[in-house]
């Protein structure tokens, strides 16, 4: 959507120029400037404080008053090595990455063919899915977890990675869905009717035509449920006990902790490697984010 | 007119395919199948054997067997489930207030003609992009009682004298997990907002200018009214999420102190995985239904209202 926005954006820059020429320069810097400012330092500055702590060592963690707290006077990566090399965090990263592509695989493949059916074969009843997809969308997983750690127990994948990745599709599944089905719709049909024409099957439709179409719409949804699962805790909390099958942040939050001793070094650098891969992931499509995630609340 | 248009060229098409029919309803089955079968295996069931469980007194490692209403009587008369309630609406009504004025004002912010747009607005989102419990843990270290660098910089600047209990005392840590909830939720606010904003035409804003309105004038009369339907679907998704906050609680307070930061989700987890009461926990679980349900009619009803003053069909 954004996307889209952009060249219409810069078409009408000449406009809001000619507009801001109505406001001065100091008054805009304190009625803009100044705001965005403060906004933009609040929200940046606990990844800032996270990053120089990983990088301090341990005396100058607490000690406020002989070194400057807001950089480290003599940075070190111990609390990383620490991480790495003494700690199941490696593993973690990997049970994440593991579940993460697992469930988003799942739930793609699931959401294709579910919006594919609603929003093109249109099936009798398919208004109706499409409205139950959206109701599926909005159940939150805490009402859920208890009767899904019952059923995942019964199953015998309880402390397994099965567990999360068969119930991370949950909540993936209708996002995809819903996301796909806004996509699908802005293809055009005739496109569809012209292979049907031609004696295409609606299974050569759908790989050789729909698809090829909504590749963003397929990386959005792709790299968004990505992300939902790496996030995501309260699952992985319930449904994992043993400490090499844990994820990043039930592993970071549970196993780094130790009774009242806080490393603090060691937490931060593991919300730091933590946050990482989605960081990464983020900054290379932050367009397909943000259409992502304005075309979730679209109607 | 062009609806009409497609659907007077469509019937003919659909009378001739009659047969077709048969197949459509068939084919859209198959391919509904993956999807409906995992949801109805691990949505619907679920959501019908959490309601059972409510009803049956199991524990972990013990099936239960039917109770009635027993679970909900005793949460009837327990007064940290209450408690828990009150927490629940003050938290989510505080933040979704602060989320949504913060919110707007960054998205209108964003929307002005700035240096690095596109940058800021990346950057902006980060705290929602960053897993929540990865962020909270920094906040963890933020609020520490002793070393934290708020208090530190607020004694340096001589505006107080000892250190903030940030999370010690009852209303010190209500107010923080609040303000960390607002922290992660105003991206998402900020963000979808601002897409509703571009589509507002400049032009709008340019005759009202002429016409000497001034800019509260502009804001009031026209970026408000064209965005209301956009704010009715953000703000419920919002309300939702916060409502059934988890993630922030368990890792800053884990409802302490005095179960004053208790949520009805944390309340839950509590009663159920560590407490091992598995039916009462699902009993809070589905008490939260009743006030989800209640935002989603909300939003629901807001919308469809305001389709109707704007002029455009159902």
Known sequence: ?299 | MAGAAITRTDAPIAAAREPLLQRKGFLGLLFMLPAAAFLLVFLTYPLGLGVWLGFTDTRVGRAGVFIGLENYQLLWDDSIFWLSVFNTVVYTVGASVLKFALGLWLALLLNEHLPFKALIRAVVLLPWVVPTVLSAIAFWWIYDAQFSIISWALIKLGLIDSPINFLGNTTNARITVMLTNVWRGIPFVAITLLAGLQTISPSLHEAATLDGASSWQRFRYITLPMLSPLIAVVMTFSVLFTFTDFQLIYVLTRGGPLNATHLMATLSFQRAIPGGQLGEGAAIAVAMVPFLLGAILFSYFGLQRRRWQQGGGD
């Open chain 1, 1 to 299: 959507m954004t996307i889209s926005a952009r060249p219409i954006d810069s078409a009408h820059a000449d406009e809001s120029v000619g507009m801001s020429y109505l406001e001065r320069l100091p008054r805009r810097v304190v009625t803009i400037y100044l705001p965005l400012a403060v906004f933009v330092f609040v929200l940046l500055f606990p990844f800032y404080w996270m990053a120089v702590t990983a990088l301090k060592p341990n005396s100058e963690l607490t000690n406020f008053r002989d070194y400057s707290p807001f950089w480290p006077s003599q940075p070190t990566l111990q609390h990383m090595r620490y991480l790495l090399l003494e700690t199941s965090y490696p593993a973690w990263l990997l049970n994440t990455m593991i579940v993460a592509v697992g469930s988003t695989i799942l739930s793609l493949v699931a959401a294709v063919f579910a919006a594919y059916a609603i929003e093109r074969i249109r099936f009798p009843g398919a208004r109706w899915t499409g409205l139950a997809i959206f109701l599926a969308y909005l159940v939150p997983p805490s009402i859920l977890f208890i009767p899904l750690a019952v059923m995942i127990f019964k199953f015998g994948i309880y402390d397994t990675k099965l567990a999360l990745i068969f119930t991370y599709p949950t909540f993936l599944i209708p996002f995809c869905t819903w996301l796909l089905m806004g996509y699908f719709r802005s293809i055009p049909y005739e496109l569809e009717e012209c292979a049907l024409v031609d004696g295409a099957s609606r299974w050569q439709i759908l790989t050789r035509i729909l698809l090829p179409l909504s590749v963003p719409g397929l990386i959005s949804a792709g790299i968004f449920a990505f992300t939902l699962s790496w996030n995501e805790f309260i699952y992985a909390l319930t449904f994992i006990q043993s400490s090499e099958n844990k994820t990043v942040p039930v592993g970071v939050l549970t196993e780094l902790v130790r009774g009242d001793v806080y490393e603090w070094g060691a937490l931060m650098a593991g919300a730091l490697l933590g946050s990482l891969p989605v960081v990464l992931l983020y900054s290379f499509f932050v367009d397909y984010y943000v259409s992502s995630m304005t075309g979730a609340v679209k109607e």
